[in-house]
């Protein structure tokens, strides 16, 4: 049997709907390219009717599904079509509430064919907002989306790096962690594998968070790596599991990431600069996290840590506490003479 050179991985859980738009926008592509191309649908032991999508999917191109026994967890269902359950040369795992345009699919394919010293590629994406599709109220493809721009990475052109040249937040803000955006050689890749524990609670650690870039920082540091500029693919926020946790992701989880990258050898001055621009967009973040108000992720944050990670960055971290903790000591205030709290930061 042949080996496909590009899989294409699909984990899902009790998303039907959306499967069925991502599968229907790739597979009559699929089909025109197959066995160059697989499609391997992950399912996370889901209650809707996910299989049956997948089974009328089949009449529009092929397509693999696998059934999880039980509910893995989002992380070790996302692991598993990388370490497993996907057999091509190059491994490209999107979200199962994302669309891959037929042209990205076949640009990628070039740059497999035409760069055979590249292990990492960059498949640049065009966000959109879930509303821009259920605007449609119907079956959608990538077609009913023709506008390229803007794009999650500026830049137009193609290029060749090296891989951590790209970790970069002009390329992607959360330095490679766009899974959509990652196009990986299957054999690199699977030179390092992420043990989760059983007992950790999704976002509590690093790897429940970001495993794909604890095993990229492994396996792709100082390889040969490729810029697609051209928007492959379409990214719809909104309906994500972890939106919630947004906050801690920016706060501690993305400076985490940060620091593993310098721990498997990316140079400190870059990851600095990275630093530094996650710092100034951290603001709100850590407003939100340190209000009174309910933020998922919270007991998994500190102050300490936050701090520790930016101790680069102490004058930028003085100036973003101050205010808050200004306000936190006029909240306490307000609330020992009993009157009601402020409810702006502003000229707190």
């Given at each position: 049997?042949?080996?496909p050179?590009?899989?294409?991985g699909i984990p899902?859980?009790?998303?039907?709907p959306?499967?069925?738009?991502a599968?229907?926008?790739i597979?009559?592509?699929?089909?025109?390219?197959h066995?160059?191309?697989?499609?391997?649908v992950s399912?996370?032991c889901s209650t809707d009717?996910?299989?049956?999508v997948v089974?009328l999917?089949?009449a529009?191109g092929?397509?693999?599904?696998v059934?999880n026994?039980?509910?893995l967890?989002?992380?070790?269902?996302?692991l598993?079509l990388?370490?497993?359950?996907l057999t091509g040369t190059?491994?490209?795992?999107i979200g199962?509430d994302?669309l891959?345009?037929p042209e990205?699919?076949k640009?990628?394919l070039?740059v497999?064919e035409?760069n055979?010293?590249?292990d990492?590629i960059?498949?640049?994406?065009?966000?959109?907002?879930?509303?821009?599709?259920?605007?449609?109220?119907?079956?959608?493809?990538?077609?009913?989306?023709p506008?390229?721009w803007p794009?999650?990475?500026a830049?137009?052109?193609?290029?060749?790096?090296?891989?951590e040249?790209?970790?970069?937040?002009?390329?992607?803000?959360t330095?490679?962690?766009?899974?959509?955006?990652s196009v990986?050689?299957a054999?690199?890749?699977?030179?390092h594998?992420?043990?989760?524990?059983g007992e950790a609670?999704?976002?509590s650690?690093?790897?429940?968070s970001?495993?794909n870039i604890m095993?990229?920082a492994?396996?792709m540091?100082n390889?040969?790596a490729?810029y697609?500029?051209y928007?492959?693919s379409?990214?719809?926020?909104?309906?994500?599991?972890?939106s919630g946790?947004?906050?801690l992701y920016?706060?501690l989880?993305m400076?985490?990431a940060?620091?593993?990258?310098?721990h498997?050898?990316?140079?400190r001055e870059?990851i600095?600069?990275?630093?530094a621009d996650?710092?100034?967009r951290?603001?709100?973040a850590l407003?939100?996290?340190l209000?009174p108000?309910d933020?998922q992720g919270?007991?998994?944050?500190?102050v300490?840590r936050f701090?520790?990670l930016?101790r680069y960055?102490?004058r930028k971290?003085?100036?973003?506490?101050l205010?808050?903790?200004?306000?936190?000591l006029?909240s306490?205030l307000?609330?020992a003479?009993?009157r009601?709290?402020?409810?702006?930061?502003?000229n707190?």
């Amino acid at each position: 049997m042949t080996r496909p050179v590009l899989s294409i991985g699909i984990p899902t859980y009790n998303h039907a709907p959306l499967l069925k738009s991502a599968l229907y926008s790739i597979l009559p592509t699929v089909r025109e390219l197959h066995p160059l191309v697989e499609v391997v649908v992950s399912d996370n032991c889901s209650t809707d009717d996910t299989e049956a999508v997948v089974r009328l999917a089949e009449a529009w191109g092929p397509v693999s599904y696998v059934r999880n026994e039980r509910n893995l967890g989002m992380m070790r269902n996302l692991l598993q079509l990388y370490d497993t359950l996907l057999t091509g040369t190059f491994l490209w795992v999107i979200g199962d509430d994302d669309l891959i345009r037929p042209e990205g699919i076949k640009r990628v394919l070039k740059v497999i064919e035409t760069n055979p010293e590249v292990d990492y590629i960059f498949a640049n994406t065009s966000p959109r907002h879930e509303a821009d599709r259920t605007a449609f109220n119907r079956l959608v493809n990538s077609d009913d989306f023709p506008d390229l721009w803007p794009a999650k990475a500026a830049e137009r052109g193609d290029y060749a790096a090296t891989f951590e040249a790209l970790i970069d937040p002009k390329v992607d803000e959360t330095f490679l962690g766009s899974i959509m955006c990652s196009v990986v050689r299957a054999s690199r890749w699977r030179e390092h594998q992420i043990q989760l524990s059983g007992e950790a609670q999704f976002g509590s650690t690093l790897p429940e968070s970001y495993p794909n870039i604890m095993i990229l920082a492994q396996t792709m540091v100082n390889r040969k790596a490729y810029y697609i500029g051209y928007p492959c693919s379409i990214a719809f926020w909104g309906v994500q599991n972890w939106s919630g946790y947004q906050a801690l992701y920016v706060l501690l989880r993305m400076q985490e990431a940060l620091e593993y990258y310098a721990h498997c050898g990316v140079e400190r001055e870059r990851i600095e600069r990275c630093r530094a621009d996650l710092l100034e967009r951290s603001g709100p973040a850590l407003w939100a996290m340190l209000r009174p108000d309910d933020v998922q992720g919270r007991e998994y944050f500190s102050v300490l840590r936050f701090i520790y990670l930016n101790r680069y960055h102490a004058r930028k971290i003085y100036q973003m506490l101050l205010p808050i903790l200004r306000y936190r000591l006029k909240s306490l205030l307000y609330q020992a003479v009993g009157r009601k709290r402020p409810d702006k930061l502003a000229n707190s």
